[in-house]
C-alpha cells in the first residue's frame, strides 16, 4: 500500500514558476514507476510526466516537454514535478500517481493512468494570465 499527498500548488502568473512535491508513504516507494497526470476544468485526466523507479529514466507529455521536470528522492520517499514557463492552459488539478507493477522494466506506457493503483487527492494550480 502506498499513500501519497501532493502539496505546492497555488496561484502563479503565466511565465512563472511552481515545484510540486508527492509525499509517499509505505515501504515500496523506491519500487514503483511514479507519475504526474492533471485535470483542468471540464476535460478529463490527462498525462504529465513518469518517471522509472529508479529515477533514470522519464517521459512527457509533447504539452509540457521542456518545461517541466519530473524527479523523485527515493531516499524522502518524495516526488516532484518543477513547472516553468507557466501557461494559462497549464491550470489543472495536479495528481500524482504510483504504479501497480513493482520495479518495470519499460516506462514506455506509463501515460496510461489504467498503470496505476494508488493517487493522491490533488493540488490546486491556477495560473493567471
Known amino acids: 500500500q502506498v499513500q501519497l499527498v501532493e502539496s505546492g500548488g497555488g496561484l502563479v502568473q503565466a511565465g512563472g514558476s511552481l515545484r510540486l512535491s508527492c509525499a509517499a508513504s509505505?515501504?515500496?516507494?523506491?519500487?514503483?514507476?511514479m507519475g504526474w497526470f492533471r485535470q483542468g476544468p471540464g476535460k478529463e485526466r490527462e498525462f504529465v510526466a513518469a518517471?522509472?523507479?529508479?529515477?533514470?529514466?522519464?517521459i512527457y507529455a509533447d504539452s509540457v516537454k521542456g518545461r517541466f521536470t519530473i524527479s523523485r528522492d527515493n531516499a524522502k520517499n518524495t516526488l516532484y514535478l518543477q513547472m516553468n514557463s507557466l501557461k494559462p492552459e497549464d491550470a489543472a488539478v495536479y495528481y500524482c500517481?504510483?504504479?501497480?507493477?513493482?520495479?518495470?522494466?519499460?516506462?514506455?506506457?506509463?501515460?496510461?493512468?489504467?498503470?496505476?493503483?494508488?493517487w493522491g487527492q490533488g493540488t490546486q494550480v491556477t495560473v493567471s494570465s
Open positions: 500517481a504510483a504504479s501497480t507493477a513493482l520495479r518495470p522494466y519499460y516506462i514506455g506506457f506509463y501515460h496510461d493512468n489504467g498503470q496505476y493503483a494508488y
Open positions: 509505505g515501504r515500496t516507494f523506491s519500487s514503483h514507476v
Open positions: 518517471i522509472n523507479w529508479q529515477g533514470g529514466s522519464t
